[in-house]
Protein backbone atom coordinates (compact mmCIF):
# COMPACT_ATOMS: atom_id res chain seq x y z
CA UNK A 1 0.00 0.00 0.00
CA UNK A 2 1.12 3.45 -0.64
CA UNK A 3 -0.28 6.59 1.88
CA UNK A 4 -0.04 10.08 0.43
CA UNK A 5 -0.61 12.73 2.80
CA UNK A 6 -1.41 16.80 1.81
CA UNK A 7 0.11 19.32 3.86
CA UNK A 8 0.08 22.81 2.73
CA UNK A 9 -3.05 24.23 2.03
CA UNK A 10 -5.58 27.32 3.39
CA UNK A 11 -6.54 30.90 2.98
CA UNK A 12 -4.41 33.37 0.63
CA UNK A 13 -5.61 36.09 -0.49
CA UNK A 14 -6.23 36.72 -4.77
CA UNK A 15 -1.95 37.25 -5.67
CA UNK A 16 -0.43 35.92 -3.18
CA UNK A 17 1.13 32.24 -3.16
CA UNK A 18 0.76 28.70 -1.42
CA UNK A 19 3.18 25.76 -1.24
CA UNK A 20 1.69 22.59 -0.62
CA UNK A 21 3.51 19.48 0.02
CA UNK A 22 2.79 15.58 -0.78
CA UNK A 23 4.50 13.03 1.33
CA UNK A 24 4.64 9.47 -0.02
CA UNK A 25 4.96 6.35 2.38
CA UNK A 26 4.50 2.42 1.97
CA UNK A 27 5.31 0.40 -0.93
CA UNK A 28 6.71 3.62 -2.51
CA UNK A 29 8.16 1.61 -5.08
CA UNK A 30 4.68 1.37 -6.56
CA UNK A 31 5.04 4.72 -7.41
CA UNK A 32 5.53 5.77 -11.49
CA UNK A 33 3.99 9.73 -12.03
CA UNK A 34 2.66 11.80 -9.42
CA UNK A 35 0.35 14.90 -9.80
CA UNK A 36 -1.74 17.37 -8.17
CA UNK A 37 -5.81 17.24 -9.09
CA UNK A 38 -8.26 19.92 -7.74
CA UNK A 39 -11.90 19.74 -7.21
CA UNK A 40 -13.81 22.70 -7.21
CA UNK A 41 -17.33 22.49 -5.68
CA UNK A 42 -20.11 21.13 -8.21
CA UNK A 43 -17.04 20.42 -10.51
CA UNK A 44 -14.93 17.39 -11.31
CA UNK A 45 -11.70 16.90 -10.66
CA UNK A 46 -8.68 18.36 -12.67
CA UNK A 47 -5.21 17.69 -13.27
CA UNK A 48 -3.31 21.04 -12.49
CA UNK A 49 0.07 19.66 -12.97
CA UNK A 50 1.91 16.36 -13.51
CA UNK A 51 5.60 15.30 -13.33
CA UNK A 52 7.14 11.74 -14.27
CA UNK A 53 10.09 10.01 -12.09
CA UNK A 54 12.72 11.65 -14.70
CA UNK A 55 10.98 14.84 -13.91
CA UNK A 56 8.99 15.97 -17.15
CA UNK A 57 6.21 18.04 -16.43
CA UNK A 58 2.96 19.24 -18.02
CA UNK A 59 0.51 22.10 -16.49
CA UNK A 60 -2.88 22.41 -17.46
CA UNK A 61 -3.20 25.57 -19.62
CA UNK A 62 -4.73 27.65 -16.31
CA UNK A 63 -1.85 27.23 -14.12
CA UNK A 64 1.20 27.94 -16.90
CA UNK A 65 3.56 30.25 -15.42
CA UNK A 66 1.88 30.67 -11.87
CA UNK A 67 2.39 27.13 -10.25
CA UNK A 68 5.53 24.96 -10.21
CA UNK A 69 5.56 21.42 -9.39
CA UNK A 70 8.32 19.32 -8.14
CA UNK A 71 9.59 16.26 -6.78
CA UNK A 72 12.19 14.38 -4.89
CA UNK A 73 12.38 10.83 -5.31
CA UNK A 74 14.70 10.18 -2.62
CA UNK A 75 12.60 11.75 -0.24
CA UNK A 76 9.37 10.83 -1.86
CA UNK A 77 7.96 14.26 -1.54
CA UNK A 78 5.52 16.15 -4.46
CA UNK A 79 5.28 19.79 -4.19
CA UNK A 80 3.69 22.52 -5.57
CA UNK A 81 4.33 26.44 -5.77
CA UNK A 82 1.17 28.44 -5.98
CA UNK A 83 1.70 31.98 -7.25
CA UNK A 84 -0.45 35.10 -8.02
CA UNK A 85 -3.29 32.94 -6.99
CA UNK A 86 -6.83 33.60 -8.18
CA UNK A 87 -9.91 33.38 -6.61
CA UNK A 88 -10.63 30.65 -9.33
CA UNK A 89 -7.85 28.13 -7.81
CA UNK A 90 -10.13 27.65 -4.74
CA UNK A 91 -10.55 24.02 -4.56
CA UNK A 92 -9.70 20.99 -2.28
CA UNK A 93 -6.19 20.12 -3.64
CA UNK A 94 -5.18 16.18 -4.00
CA UNK A 95 -1.68 14.75 -4.37
CA UNK A 96 -1.81 11.48 -6.37
CA UNK A 97 0.63 9.02 -8.12
CA UNK A 98 0.23 6.64 -10.60
CA UNK A 99 1.21 3.04 -9.70
CA UNK A 100 2.63 0.49 -11.70
CA UNK A 101 0.03 -2.03 -11.37
CA UNK A 102 0.27 -5.75 -11.87
CA UNK A 103 -0.24 -8.29 -8.95
CA UNK A 104 1.77 -6.23 -6.35
CA UNK A 105 0.83 -2.45 -7.03
CA UNK A 106 -2.78 -0.32 -7.61
CA UNK A 107 -2.86 1.76 -10.90
CA UNK A 108 -3.50 4.82 -9.05
CA UNK A 109 -2.89 6.17 -5.24
CA UNK A 110 -4.84 9.25 -3.57
CA UNK A 111 -4.20 11.74 -0.75
CA UNK A 112 -6.94 12.89 1.48
CA UNK A 113 -6.81 16.53 -0.07
CA UNK A 114 -6.09 20.00 1.54
CA UNK A 115 -8.47 23.44 1.06
CA UNK A 116 -7.06 26.05 -0.88
CA UNK A 117 -9.38 28.71 -0.62
CA UNK A 118 -8.05 32.59 -2.32
CA UNK A 119 -10.23 35.23 -1.27
CA UNK A 120 -10.78 38.73 -2.55
Known amino acids: QVQLVESGGGLVQAGGSLRLSCAAS????????MGWYRQAPGKERELVAA???????NYADSVKGRFAISRDNAKNTLDLQMNSLKLEDTAVYYC??????????????WGQGTQVTVSS
Open 96 to 109: GAEGYGGSYCQYDY
Open 26 to 33: GDTVCISA
Open 51 to 57: ITSGGSR
